[in-house]
T-cell receptor
Framework: GIQVEQSPPDLILQEGANSTLRCNFS?????LQWFHQNPWGQLINLFY???GTKQNGRLSATTVATERYSLLYISSSQTTDSGVYFC???????????FGKGTTLSVSS | DTEVTQTPKHLVMGMTNKKSLKCEQH?????MYWYKQKAKKPPELMFV???????INESVPSRFSPECPNSSLLNLHLHALQPEDSALYLC????????????FGDGTRLSIL
């Protein structure tokens, strides 16, 4: 099956810093989603981005499907950005999301 | 993703109890999912319902019993659970067939005594 690897596993930032999170996947994909899971467990959709670049406020994402990776950029980080960031891709049948292990981000003031 | 509503938010139950988790969406989605998430791990798929029919059961023990009464509602019936079943249970929905983005509820945090 498809393997999804995220890096780094942990990231500690000061408020205001920028960061880049990476997601590598082992096979071609038809869907890729980035999620933020906050400390209360809520899994929030950030981007649906099978290819190309999207931006939403301080966050942007780029997926290069031919090279099998996606990047999530967080600019001017805030303490509310803390939590776990998951990348997920569909399995070959499109029936289930396969999640990476996540990047745990801690932003301090 | 508050468009998928899960109740209750927290549940504590004994190993002999029977309880149910509920998930509701009003986005017109035709596929619904149950995921289980243990602490410090990513979510893992349990069940998929497509057009109200069970299409995937990821070898989940029979003490978990899913039900999809209609296209908006998904239940997970629990019976004789074990302490290792304590986890966050997440419901998701998507528009329909494969490769559609999935939208998650806030989850039910389940503790088995």
């Amino acid at each position: 099956g498809i393997q999804v690897e995220q890096s780094p596993p942990d990231l500690i930032l000061q408020e205001g810093a920028n960061s880049t999170l990476r997601c590598n996947f082992s096979d071609s994909v038809n869907n890729l989603q980035w999620f933020h899971q906050n400390p209360w467990g809520q899994l929030i959709n950030l981007f649906y981005i099978p290819s190309g670049t999207k931006q939403n406020g301080r966050l942007s994402a780029t997926t290069v499907a031919t090279e099998r990776y996606s990047l999530l950029y967080i600019s001017s980080s805030q303490t509310t950005d803390s939590g776990v960031y998951f990348c997920a891709v569909h399995n070959q049948a499109g029936t289930a999301l396969i999640f990476g292990k996540g990047t745990t981000l801690s932003v301090s003031s | 993703d508050t468009e998928v509503t899960q109740t209750p938010k927290h549940l504590v139950m004994g190993m002999t109890n029977k309880k149910s988790l509920k998930c509701e969406q009003h986005m017109g989605h035709r596929a619904m999912y149950w995921y289980k998430q243990k602490a410090k791990k990513p979510p893992e798929l349990m069940f998929v319902y497509s057009y109200e029919k069970l299409s995937i059961n990821e070898s989940v023990p029979s003490r978990f019993s899913p039900e999809c009464p209609n296209s908006s509602l998904l239940n997970l019936h629990l019976h004789a659970l074990q302490p290792e079943d304590s986890a966050l249970y997440l419901c998701a929905s998507s528009q329909g067939g494969g490769f559609q983005p999935q939208h998650f509820g806030d989850g039910t945090r389940l503790s088995i005594l």
